[in-house]
């Protein structure tokens, strides 16, 4: 290991992209706690104490790496590229223009990237309008219950002061967007990834003090060797594929021979990744955000509704968050599989290359065949991810009842998921150079 180590360092550009994503990562950390003008600094503190308490906040908090609880420059994060990432990969099914982009190959790829930029900028903006107003009545409606504190975030509240804060959070996504495509293109791995990595992992500390605090130095071993269990399994599911064997017919051009090669197609067992997790807590903590906007005044039907939800859908041991959030996760599972790969269009691109399946005739019988196999094997995979959401939680809540960690399933599933693909472009970068790599 240390000598695979050392050969990192040997190489002249592999070193400076590891040292030029290690440099991005650290300004973007930075960049985590500069707050925005205009916020009242020590009622962030006490907001903060609410977000460790749970609710929508907690999850929101998982992808800024704590900069939203700061109302730092980079308090949206990158939570708005991905939404509209996954909006353009939606639209392109509905819409011929971005399906066409998408055949196009790369200059398809750069019209759609840009496109993205600008629905990025557009969620961020609207996201960052929210948050203001949101945050000048105390961030009541993130927390489980309505905020009676009197908290005003921001004071001096007025048009120029939002537009202000607006521009600034705004500037921040477009700032970390870029830092993402520079780390993509000057650095080692997918930059957008490694920047969720670094603000899931920054959270890690924070929550394993949290377990220490309620249950002591017991608790928190027993956690540690929970995770360690739960990342060997995360790994073997990652890891885990379905290989359909491609055959292509031979053809001879001119004087030459070509086909008669074997190979075969991947079908990941966990095909969606982390995506359906994060659509169905976006459903789940729907309900909770429009609560927040309904009246709380004592016993009216307002303050009823908000006791409902907070007692049924955010607790993360209530039977009905447990249902209804393995159920969403499992449907988001199939639902972004049939977006991501497409039987028909798989079957027709072998069949244009002359490649078929043995034993499988090309056309029709194909399509019905990769259907059949996807549907089976993203079973497991969409029940294990959603374990992995909902079980580690439960636990924590069970065992330690006065704990608030929420979402550490994700985080692990998360920061897995990056390492493994930033390695595997390491090990890929290594071996060009003739050098052993990490992955056996």
Same mark, same amino acid.
């Given at each position: ?81 991905? $939404? ?82 607006? *521009? ?13 495509? *520079?780390? $993509? ?86 095909? %969606? ?7 169905? %807590? ?17 016993? %009216? ?91 580690? %939680? ?47």
């Amino acid at each position: 290991m240390l000598a695979n180590l050392k050969n990192l360092f040997k190489v002249e550009d592999l070193r400076n992209k590891i040292l030029f994503t290690l440099l991005m990562i650290l300004l973007y950390r930075i960049g985590a706690y500069l707050p925005v003008p205009g916020i009242d600094v020590s009622a962030m503190r006490t907001l903060r104490q609410q977000a460790e308490e749970g609710g929508v906040l907690s999850f929101l908090q998982l992808f800024s790496g704590g900069a939203l609880t700061q109302m730092s420059l980079f308090a949206l994060g990158i939570m708005p590229y991905i $939404t509209a990432s996954i909006i353009m990969q939606i639209l392109a099914v509905v819409i011929p223009k971005l399906e066409q982009w998408q055949n196009q190959g790369a200059v398809g790829q750069r019209k759609i990237t840009q496109w993205t930029r600008y629905v990025t900028m557009g969620i961020a903006a609207m996201q960052a309008t929210g948050f203001s107003y949101l945050f000048h009545n105390g961030g009541g409606g993130f927390g489980r219950v309505q905020n009676t504190t009197g908290l005003d975030l921001i004071p001096d509240f007025g048009p120029p002061r939002v537009m202000l804060i607006v *521009l600034t959070l705004t500037a921040g996504t477009a700032l970390l967007m870029w830092m993402g495509e *520079l780390i $993509t293109q000057r650095g080692i791995g997918n930059g957008m990834s490694l920047l969720i990595f670094a603000s899931v992992v920054s959270t890690l500390p924070s929550q394993g003090g949290q377990i220490k605090a309620n249950g002591g130095w017991g608790a928190l071993v027993v956690t540690i060797a929970a995770f360690m269990v739960l990342l060997v399994a995360i790994v073997f599911v990652e890891q885990g594929q379905r290989r359909i064997p491609v055959q292509f017919a031979k053809r001879v051009v001119g004087r030459r021979m070509y086909g008669g090669q074997s190979t075969y197609i991947p079908l990941k067992v966990n095909q %969606s990744g982390v995506i359906p997790i994060i659509f169905a %807590s976006s459903v789940l903590y729907l309900p909770q955000l429009i609560a927040g906007l309904l009246p709380s005044e004592q016993g %009216s039907w307002g303050q009823t509704v908000q006791q409902f939800i907070s007692d049924h859908l955010v607790k993360p041991n209530a039977p009905l968050h447990v249902l209804i959030f393995g159920l969403l996760i499992i449907g988001f599972a199939y639902f972004y599989t049939a977006i991501t790969f497409d039987p028909v269009k798989q079957a027709d691109t072998l069949r244009k290359q002359g490649g078929f399946i043995p034993g499988i005739r090309p056309g029709p019988q194909t399509e019905r065949y990769l259907a059949k196999i996807l549907s089976r094997i993203t079973l497991p995979g969409a029940l294990f991810i959603a374990a992995v959401a909902l079980v580690p %939680s439960l636990l924590l809540t069970s065992f330690l009842p006065g704990s608030t960690v929420s979402f550490s399933g994700i985080s692990i599933l998360i920061a897995v998921g990056v390492a493994l693909e930033t390695m595997k472009q390491i090990d890929s970068q290594l071996m060009m150079r003739n050098y052993e790599g990490f992955l056996k």
